[in-house]
């Protein structure tokens, strides 16, 4: 992780950002599924203490 600035409610704050890529075949793999692996990946990063509550 690296920190950046980026822009939050209008203003520029530093915030940690962290590349996050997948690569997948799309004859085997619709992107869409792909697209919502990953923002279910970046969810749980984003808030580590939802992966406690799931089973």
Do not use: C, Q, W
Request: hydrophobic letters at 50%.
């Amino acid at each position: 992780m690296t920190e950046r600035p980026v822009v939050r409610d209008g203003r520029i704050v530093v915030r940690k950002i962290m590349p996050l890529v997948l690569s997948f075949d799309h004859r085997v793999a619709d992107g869409a599924d792909a697209a919502r692996f990953v923002n279910h990946v970046k969810a749980m990063l984003e808030e580590p203490e939802v992966m406690l509550v799931r089973a």
